[in-house]
């Protein structure tokens, strides 16, 4: 069983910077793929980024490419996801998920079995 707790959502201004971070419990955090995922007002949940547990192989959405990076510290049971050069429409609740390392996509929502209850974004133009 893991928990999974986010922080760090504001509101910014266009062109800014955010970094979101996802806090996770239990010894074994170094075995899950992790995956962040957002949800804007009237759209369904989508696939941002995530990191494998083992190669440490990062993914990105297109629409985020070049400008979020996804990192983890295993020591810490912590994963960031380091925004930059935010725009209006990655506003959103931001949620943190995990499931057990596995060599499946990592970019489908049901994929995973454990999720965050959310952090706002907000990106005014």
């Known amino acids: 069983q893991v928990q999974l707790v986010e922080s760090g959502g504001a509101l910014v201004q266009a062109g800014d910077s955010l970094r979101l971070s996802c806090s996770a419990s239990?010894?074994?955090?170094?075995?899950?793929?992790m995956g962040w995922f957002r949800q804007a007002p009237g759209k369904e949940r989508e696939f941002v980024a995530a990191?494998?547990?083992?190669?440490?192989?990062?993914y990105y959405a297109d629409s985020v490419k070049g400008r979020f990076t996804i990192s983890r510290d295993n020591a810490k049971n912590t994963m960031l996801l380091q925004m930059s050069g935010l725009k209006p429409e990655d506003t959103a609740v931001y949620y943190c998920?995990?499931?057990?390392?596995?060599?499946?996509?990592?970019?489908?929502?049901?994929?995973?079995?454990?999720w965050g209850q959310g952090t706002q974004v907000t990106v005014s133009s």
């Open positions: 998920a995990a499931r057990l390392g596995r060599s499946t996509t990592t970019r489908d929502i049901n994929e995973y079995d454990y």
């Open positions: 239990g010894r074994t955090f170094s075995t899950y793929d």
């Open positions: 990191v494998r547990w083992n190669s440490g192989l990062t």
